[in-house]
Each structure stands twice: as structure tokens, then as C-alpha cells.
């Protein structure tokens, strides 16, 4: 199958000069949660943006659905629905107006079940005859989600969709991900929060200073960069490691009572089988073993970092 997105050679400068895409290229298929990663300021709203059609691109090319972005905006724009890092503005709007409203500008039929079911979804039900400044923050948040499926798009960019909400929120959020998803929506999402990009998505996309360093299967991502670390309690205190251990990568505790193995997930062989013997035959005996593997944001923060 076709991707359903799908952005090659993508370049923005902004007026005055600022380059903010380096040749970004992305293809999304149908379906897939997909979670960009970055720095501020890396590049992901400004990515957004210019699929969605609000940042013209210097150069590139973007098809949605199969439609050209730049030559077809509007049958591209129909099939995307964006939830927007910003707030929104229109203080005196009503709130079931505005949801309904959204899903009119596409020139699409009304749908009051749909819209709803929408704001029920959202628990924005009962503020749904209210003006948008009688919400609170966390609310209008969850009002920019409802204008965005309004319209019931197949493609749903949400950027930084939990920035400074509450764990509920949060919550929410990843179950109406996961509904949308089991829907066959496609999910394109910025966040900081790597523990959501964990929890959510299928493949990470890691975006620094304009460019995309890295696309991955999360999964394999973790598999293929997480190390892990063996941790072993000791039942007597050591000094000094037995010469026989010297050649595996081990580290006495300070106070000489555990030893931290650190070891690749990706090689075949972890070593601690030989490792257990080893330890045994010099002697070492150990009550406790505990292993630890490193978190997606440990690799995130360490190809953010080696990107300087
Ligand atoms: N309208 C604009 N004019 C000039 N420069 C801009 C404009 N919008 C964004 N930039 C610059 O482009 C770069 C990328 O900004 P962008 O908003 O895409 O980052 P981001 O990855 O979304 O960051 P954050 O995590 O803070 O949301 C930044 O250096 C920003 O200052
Ligand atoms: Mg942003």
C-alpha cells in the first residue's frame, strides 16, 4: 500500500533567514501511531505546519492520501485534522459551535450525533453552551482535539497534545489515541513526554535542528539502542575485582557490596552465563540479581546529545 503521508525532500527558511527543515523526508502508512521527538525549537510544529498547508515550504513535495498538498490543498486538508500546540483565541465563541462549526468548513453535512458523541467523548458535554473563555486551560485543550475530529479525519496531527495537562488528561488522551487508532486513523504526535511516545506509538521519529536523525520501529529502536545493566548484590563485601572478571565490563560499588554488568541487548551472547560462572569460581556469591533496561528517554536524550 501507498504511505498515507508522505513528505520528501521538505525545506523551510523562514523569512529572514532561518533555516528550520533540512530536507526532511517522511512516509507514514496507513494505521500507524508515529511519534516525532525533539528539542524546541528542533522543527516539529514548523514540520506540521507545512503538511497541514498553514507554513509555506521552500521546496519538497507532500502527498496526503494521495493528493499533492500544494497542488490539491483542499482534498489533502479534508482528510487531516490538526490539534495545534496553541491555545485557542476566540474567547466569545460558544463551544458547541465552534466543534460544529469546524466540521462545516469542510463542507461537510452536519453530524450532531457525531459531535456529540465528540464532546461527550471529552467531557466537554456540559460546557458545550458556554463561550470558549469560560474553560479552563485543560479544557480548551481538549476543545482544540474535538475541532480537530469534527470533521472525522483519517489523518490526525496532534502537536504536543499533554503540554501542562493534567495526569487525567493525559489519560484521556492515550485512550482516544488508542480508539482512533483501532479505527485506522493514522496518528502523527509531537511530545516531550517520551514516556507517551512509549506508551503509544508504533514507529519514533527523532527530528534535531531541522533534520530527521532518525526513524524507527520503537520496538527494535529500544531493543537495537537499550543496554542493560545486571545488578548483582553480594552476600560478602569485595575490595577488588578477581582478576579472572577483569575482562567483562563490571563496576564495584563503592562500598564494594554489588557489582553493576553492563551489557548490549542486540549481541547474541550476553555474557552472563560465563559471567555467573566466572563469579563463582572466584568466589563471589551474590542474594540478588536485578536487571534494568534503559528507558526510550535515555536513547533519546544520548542521539540528542551526540547530535551537537
Ligand atoms: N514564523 C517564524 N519565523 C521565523 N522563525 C520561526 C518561525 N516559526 C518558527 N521559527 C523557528 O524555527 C525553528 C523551529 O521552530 P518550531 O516551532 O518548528 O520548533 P518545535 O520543534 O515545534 O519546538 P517546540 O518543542 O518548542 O514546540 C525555531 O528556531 C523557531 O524559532
Ligand atoms: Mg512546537
Redesign the pocket.
Known amino acids: 500500500m501507498p504511505p498515507i503521508l508522505s513528505v520528501e525532500n521538505l525545506e523551510?527558511t523562514?523569512?529572514?533567514g532561518?533555516?528550520?527543515?533540512k530536507s526532511v523526508s517522511l512516509e507514514i502508512q496507513k494505521g500507524e501511531v508515529f511519534a516525532l521527538l525533539?528539542?524546541?525549537?528542533?522543527?516539529?510544529?514548523?514540520?506540521?505546519?507545512t503538511i497541514c498547508g498553514l507554513?509555506r515550504p521552500t521546496s519538497g513535495a507532500i502527498t496526503v492520501g494521495g493528493h499533492d498538498a500544494l497542488k490539491d490543498f483542499r482534498s489533502a486538508r479534508r482528510m487531516i485534522g490538526l490539534v495545534p500546540?496553541e491555545m485557542p483565541t476566540a474567547p466569545f465563541e460558544i463551544v458547541g459551535d465552534t466543534v460544529a462549526f469546524s466540521r462545516g468548513l469542510f463542507g461537510l453535512k452536519p453530524k450532531p450525533d457525531l459531535i456529540e458523541k465528540i464532546l461527550k467523548d471529552l467531557t466537554l458535554w456540559e460546557k458545550r453552551k458556554n463561550p470558549i473563555m469560560a474553560l479552563s486551560g485543560g479544557m480548551k485543550r481538549r476543545l482544540l482535539v474535538a475541532k480537530a475530529l469534527a470533521h472525522e479525519p483519517e489523518v490526525l496531527f496532534l502537536?504536543?497534545p499533554t503540554?501542562g495537562v493534567d495526569v487525567e488528561l493525559r489519560h484521556d488522551m492515550w485512550r482516544i489515541v488508542g480508539e482512533l487508532k483501532d479505527k485506522g486513523v493514522t496518528i502523527i504526535l509531537?511530545t516531550?513526554y517520551i514516556e507517551e511516545a512509549e506508551e503509544m506509538a508504533d514507529r519514533v521519529g527523532v527530528?534535531n535542528k531541522?533534520e530527521i536523525i532518525l526513524v524507527e520501529d520503537k520496538k527494535e529502536l529500544m531493543q537495537k539502542l537499550g543496554r542493560k545493566v545486571l545488578t548483582l548484590s553480594l552476600n560478602a563485601a569485595i575490595q577488588t575485582l578477581p582478576p579472572t572478571l577483569e575482562k567483562y565490563d563490571l563496576t564495584l560499588s563503592e562500598d564494594g557490596g554489588s557489582l553493576t554488568y553492563t551489557y548490549d541487548t542486540q549481541r547474541e551472547r550476553t555474557g552472563i552465563t560465563a559471567l555467573l560462572t566466572d563469579l563463582s569460581d572466584a568466589g563471589v556469591h551474590f542474594h540478588d540479581l536485578q536487571t534494568d533496561q534503559s528507558s526510550l528517554e535515555d536513547i533519546f536524550v544520548d542521539l540528542v546529545k551526540n547530535g551537537e
Open positions: 523551510k523562514y523569512d529572514g532561518f533555516q528550520a527543515l525533539g528539542p524546541n525549537g528542533a522543527g516539529k510544529t514548523t514540520l506540521i505546519s507554513v500546540q502537536d504536543e503540554a509531537t516531550h527530528i531541522g
